[in-house]
């Protein structure tokens, strides 16, 4: 009994730290409608400057907590709410999306180009000790104390927002922005204000949190994201009391999990995946009133451009020059260079997975490296297990990803826009802790085999059999957009309404492209899987998907070229950065800062700017042929003159 309340008081203490900081994520979300997935970069760059006050500085621990959760961290919300997220309101959540990814990558490179990226001792606020309670159980002083600042922190907001004229239009900006606007409340005041609260709140958690997980670059902020998404998903991103007790209940059952579950098995991986089944539960079991909350902004960028007005043959012969060119490598270039190439071309084909299910379909997945995974550890198995030739192992392993294709399309269906963004999260996390990690089906920590087919063992020939992959992918997503399957696509992607009212089967198209997407992105799996000769369970984290949003939308998530850019950028960034190797130190700064900063600015990309640029350049030259063409002047005939 004295283990099973002791168990309970923990879980109380790190689930009211998760509900706190639940409860700044929602707040910023209600306010400014974006749903900042770099929360967990705020509270790394918060604590890693309390770190610096506190341990490199010598001021005292609780001086350092204060100025950094009072003036430091507010400071930072309310410059991240005017140079950022007020510049993408009323723009696409997409946009939003990918720009707080941005944010996550651009801290954590700044984190590690200023502090390193060694785990940091953070000290504690609190005094060490033990304290006596009720029924024999002891509880140390310093959680008692987290318990005391989070439960008061959290007591303090709920009395501002409902006693107080400020709480007032809090509340008022939450229910509704763009009545309080109406009724004379300066919304831009009370968002900045939300994200200073917000921030506040994340480096809270940080400082309150890392005494005990120790202050890691690489590992804290994705801890901090997943158990602050799943609390706030309870209260399906509107409700604070709901996302603060869906904090405290996700902080007791995980105490439960890590008291009375083995580490090893089943229990064990179930453990580590709680946060992403309680999102997956609660998504799935939302009601509709409430579903439709996650459903207000749609997926969809649009360009600038009404229509493509680019000719069949001009299309077709900058995809040859493209091409041809491509296969010129191996024969012009190094093995280094053709190397990095290569994995631009795989990744190329990951991306083209991603703009037919968003750019043509106006769905969202962050959870894409579940399909290549599946994948990929399917077609290893196939081939070591059940001896299948690899060129029969090849496109079966990525039919295996196509099931779980579907079952995400069916769910679709149900839900859409933020919230199926993040349902697709949450299964790329589970299938990472239920089945990546699981030595069964990946191999253990070493891994497991994936090899490349017979006659393409060698890198140039790999490098042909990656460049005829795209081809062919691309291919297909050209032909995909151009037929009935593509109008079907782009009108479902304007308006399901629309397309229901016409008789068209939505469910059918969502399950379609979504299988079809996954069997691309499982293409893509196969490959990277074959590149490197192996797979583990590092190979296709979670947070990959991010990043592959963020970099389709960043080359262009509209057009096929802009998959194949985005790839080659991917790719060929490291052979650059071997030439000038301060770009290592600050490639994840370059990328969030092109998340942040330039994807605000250009919605179409980086191919959107390479298209306009030449046609800007053909229309140069038309003018100028025309220019120079002499001009005929008819000669003016003779006026005939009167009769003689």
Same mark, same amino acid.
């Given at each position: 009994m004295q283990i099973f309340i002791r168990t309970i008081l923990l879980g109380v203490v790190s689930g009211s730290v998760y509900a706190l900081a639940s409860t700044g994520l929602v707040l910023t979300y209600k306010t400014s409608g974006v749903l900042n997935f770099g929360y967990g970069a705020l509270a790394l760059f918060t604590t890693f400057v309390h770190w610096q006050l506190c341990v490199g500085f010598g001021l005292p621990v609780w001086m350092s907590a204060i100025i950094v959760v009072g003036i430091v961290a507010p400071a930072l919300g309310v410059l991240l709410d005017r140079q950022l997220f007020r510049r993408i309101e009323g723009q696409p959540q997409i946009i939003g999306v990918i720009a707080t990814v941005g944010l996550l990558v651009l801290l954590q490179g700044v984190v590690i180009l200023i502090w390193g990226g060694q785990t940091k001792n953070v000290p504690s606020i609190f005094p060490r000790g033990t304290l006596r309670l009720p029924f024999g159980v002891n509880m140390g002083v310093d959680q008692l104390g987290v318990l005391l600042v989070a439960a008061g922190a959290a007591g303090g907001l709920g009395a501002m927002l409902r006693y107080t004229k400020l709480g007032i239009a809090f509340?008022?900006?939450?229910?509704?922005?763009?009545?309080?606007?109406?009724?004379?409340?300066?919304?831009?005041?009370?968002?900045?204000?939300?994200?200073?609260?917000?921030?506040?709140?994340?480096?809270?958690?940080?400082?309150?949190?890392?005494?005990?997980?120790?202050?890691?670059?690489?590992?804290?902020?994705?801890?901090?994201?997943a158990f602050v998404l799943g609390a706030s998903v309870i209260g399906y991103l509107r409700s604070l009391p709901l996302a603060y007790a869906g904090g405290l209940m996700i902080g007791i059952i995980q105490a439960l999990f890590v008291q009375y579950a083995s580490s090893q098995g089943l229990l064990g991986k179930i453990s580590d995946a709680l946060p992403f089944l309680v999102i997956t539960g609660a998504l799935l079991l939302a009601p509709k009133a409430l579903r439709a909350a996650g459903q207000g902004a749609s997926f969809v960028v649009r360009t600038r451009e009404a229509a493509d007005r680019t000719s069949a043959r001009a299309r077709v012969g900058v995809a040859l020059t493209l091409f041809g060119g491509l296969a010129l490598v191996p024969m012009f270039g190094s093995a280094s260079s053709t190397?990095?190439?290569?994995?631009?071309?795989?990744?190329?084909?990951?991306?083209?997975?991603?703009?037919?299910?968003?750019?043509?379909?106006?769905?969202?997945?962050?959870?894409?490296?579940?399909?290549?995974?599946?994948?990929?550890?399917?077609?290893?198995?196939?081939?070591?297990?059940?001896?299948?030739? #690899?060129?029969? +192992? =090849?496109?079966?392993? $990525? @039919?295996?990803?196509?099931? %779980?294709? !579907?079952?995400?399309?069916?769910?679709?269906?149900?839900?859409?826009?933020?919230?199926?963004?993040?349902?697709?999260l949450a299964f790329a996390f589970m299938a990472q802790s239920l089945f990546f990690e699981h030595p069964a089906?990946?191999?253990?920590?070493?891994?497991?085999a994936v090899l490349r087919p017979t006659g393409f063992r #060698?890198?140039? +020939? =790999?490098?042909?059999? $990656? @460049?005829?992959?795209?081809? %062919?992918? !691309?291919?297909?997503?050209?032909?995909?957009?151009?037929?009935?399957?593509?109008?079907?696509?782009?009108?479902?992607?304007?308006?399901?309404?629309?397309?229901?009212?016409?008789?068209?089967?939505?469910?059918?198209?969502?399950?379609?492209?979504?299988?079809?997407?996954?069997?691309?992105?499982?293409?893509?799996?196969?490959?990277?899987?074959?590149?490197?000769?192996?797979?583990?369970?590092?190979?296709?984290?979670?947070?990959?998907?991010?990043?592959?949003?963020?970099?389709?939308?960043?080359?262009?998530?509209?057009?096929?070229?802009g998959a194949i850019t985005a790839g080659l950028v991917w790719g060929l960034y490291p052979m650059v950065a071997n030439a000038f190797p301060f770009l290592y130190r600050i490639q994840l700064i370059l990328f969030g800062l092109g998340a942040t900063v330039a994807l605000a600015k250009n919605p179409?990309?980086?191919?959107?700017?390479?298209?306009?640029?030449?046609?800007?350049?053909?229309?140069?030259?038309?003018?100028?042929?025309?220019?120079?063409?002499p001009i005929d002047i008819d000669p003016v005939p003779a006026v005939s003159g009167g009769s003689e």
């Open positions: 509340r008022a900006v939450v229910n509704n922005r763009s009545v309080a606007g109406l009724m004379g409340i300066n919304t831009g005041v009370v968002s900045g204000l939300a994200w200073a609260l917000g921030t506040s709140f994340a480096a809270l958690m940080g400082i309150l949190l890392t005494p005990r997980l120790l202050l890691d670059p690489n590992f804290l902020p994705p801890f901090i994201i190397q990095f190439v290569t994995i631009g071309l795989i990744h190329s084909v990951v991306f083209l997975s991603l703009v037919v299910l968003t750019g043509y379909s106006g769905q969202i997945s962050l959870g894409h490296t579940a399909f290549m995974g599946i994948a990929a550890f399917s077609a290893a198995h196939l081939v070591q297990t059940l001896h299948i030739p #690899g060129w029969i +192992a =090849f496109p079966l392993g $990525a @039919l295996a990803a196509v099931p %779980a294709g !579907a079952v995400i399309g069916l769910i679709a269906v149900r839900m859409q826009g933020l919230f199926l963004a993040l349902m697709t089906f990946s191999g253990g920590e070493g891994g497991i #060698g890198d140039t +020939a =790999f490098f042909y059999l $990656a @460049l005829g992959t795209l081809a %062919a992918a !691309a291919a297909l997503a050209v032909n995909l957009r151009t037929g009935r399957t593509g109008r079907v696509l782009a009108g479902m992607r304007d308006s399901e309404t629309a397309c229901r009212s016409l008789g068209i089967s939505v469910t059918r198209y969502k399950v379609l492209i979504f299988g079809i997407s996954a069997f691309i992105a499982g293409i893509g799996g196969v490959l990277v899987g074959m590149i490197q000769e192996q797979a583990t369970s590092r190979t296709f984290i979670p947070f990959y998907s991010l990043i592959f949003m963020t970099l389709a939308v960043l080359g262009g998530i509209f057009h096929v070229g179409e990309g980086m191919f959107g700017e390479l298209r306009r640029a030449g046609a800007a350049v053909l229309r140069a030259i038309d003018r100028r042929a025309a220019a120079q063409q």
